[in-house]
């Protein structure tokens, strides 16, 4: 907007209406619920927490969305109920009527699993040729959990379609070894999520960030991500030279837009990624606008502004160019080294990287621990392991694919011969 129009005098007071945290996802649930029919243990509570990044519009678009589910559940429980009866008829039947109900069950069969046809075409079709619900049947019918949980995977919320990011898919389940970093990190965003009373009482104030250091490849980004997704904290990636402009005072616009979202979206995690790039060790040869971004970084890290519940973390390779002032208590107050893994925990994430041996599927043959515990594996981060594992992959499909040729060309010269 042009700042004639934010003066005094047109329009006075501003007032922004961030994306909603989770109490109040729930009140404007129980809002969009008052009207529809659900289960009376249904918990409000649980699915809030499974929303995160949902607004308003979103939260009413997944209520409509979870109602059509449960009249589709609806009509393909009476659909499947009717072919029974049909079946059971035909059972029960003379051959003279039996071959006429074979082929109108056998019709029916096929409209109710046509395999190419969408969620919506079925419902459309059991539309016109259903029979209305009887009334029993109709007051029995009410919206479940499940009907959400199938509503939630077509309804995307606005954050995540206006190119924020929410709540990342990974967890704890996806990081096969750092169990050690995993625990730090569990104290010092997870706790105070979680138990906000406890640290109240204790006089506890909230660690302001924290820096995650190691060489590429070790799990840094995985374990930001998986603290977010576990807390169920709105999650904000930056990456360090996107927020760098050549035009002066566009970087530093661009870090306040950042913190400025992040306080819309509170409680909410902001991962640095490659910090390094956005705030280097300050000198008297440093340009003009690399000290700005500092300055304006530093700005927005301090305490004089609150953050509310907004968490930062950081990862860089290089720790050692860091300005010193990043790294005061404050700010990234906690520094966590994630190195390279050893044995132990190289055969951890070999585990979590084949699903137990079960994706990709692995030879009897294979041993995961012989791996590991190879001298070849030294110094191998997660992301080599994985680059093995995939590799690896390939070659057995290459070698498929010769194997296949080679069976398809004896065939040929086969019949040829003959």
């Known amino acids: 907007l042009d700042p004639a129009l934010r003066r005094a005098g047109r329009f006075d007071r501003e007032i922004c209406l961030g994306i909603p945290d989770e ?9 969009l619920c008052r009207k529809l029919k659900l289960p ?18 979103d939260l009413m678009a997944l209520c409509r969305e979870a109602a059509t589910c449960t009249v589709n559940r609806a009509l393909i429980t009476s659909e499947k109920q009717k072919l029974k009866h049909i079946r059971a008829g035909a059972d029960a039947a003379e051959e003279g009527t039996g071959v006429g109900t074979d082929i109108l069950l056998e019709e029916d069969t096929k409209q109710l699993d046509l395999p190419l046809k969408n969620e919506m075409q079925r419902l459309l079709d059991l539309l016109k040729k259903q029979d209305p619900l009887p009334e029993e049947q109709l007051q029995k019918l009410c919206i479940e959990m499940n009907d959400f949980i199938v509503a939630l995977s077509s309804v995307q919320p606005s954050a995540k379609r206006e190119g924020f990011v929410t709540i990342p898919d990974v967890t704890w389940a996806d990081i096969g070894a750092l169990e050690d970093v995993r625990e730090e990190l569990t104290m010092a965003i997870l706790a105070p999520v979680r138990n906000p009373e406890q640290f109240k009482a204790l006089g506890l104030t909230t660690p302001a960030g924290v820096l995650l250091a190691g060489p590429p490849g070790c799990g840094k980004t995985l374990l930001a991500k998986a603290v977010a997704n576990e807390s169920g904290l709105n999650f904000i990636s930056v990456k360090g030279p ?3 402009n050549m035009y002066v005072g566009e970087s530093e616009r661009a870090v306040r837009q950042v913190f400025q979202r992040a306080r819309n979206s509170a409680p909410c995690v902001i991962f640095f990624d490659e910090v390094d790039a956005l705030c280097p060790r300050r000198s008297d040869r440093e340009s003009g606008a690399s000290v700005r971004v500092v300055n304006q970084l530093l700005t927005e890290m301090d305490g004089l502004e609150n953050r509310q519940q907004v968490f930062i973390m950081a990862a860089t390779n290089r720790p050692d160019i860091i300005d010193p002032a990043i790294l005061r208590p404050g700010r990234l107050d906690k520094t966590l080294y994630v190195g390279l893994p050893p044995p132990e925990d190289r055969l951890a994430i070999l585990k979590t990287i084949t699903k137990g041996g079960t994706r990709p599927p692995l030879d009897p043959d294979v041993s995961l621990e012989e791996i590991a515990y190879s001298h070849h594996c030294d110094c191998y981060t997660g992301a080599d392991l ?4 995939r590799e690896a992959s390939i070659c057995a499909l290459r070698q498929e694919m010769a194997l296949q040729n080679t069976q398809s060309k004896k065939g040929k010269k086969a019949f040829k011969k003959s």
């Open 23 to 31: 109490a109040a996802r729930e009140k404007i649930l129980r809002t």
């Open 40 to 57: 009376e243990s249904f918990e409000f509570h649980h699915l809030a927490r499974l929303t995160p990044g949902y607004v308003g519009a």
């Open 242 to 244: 996107e927020l760098l």
């Open 386 to 389: 994985s680059a093995l594992v």
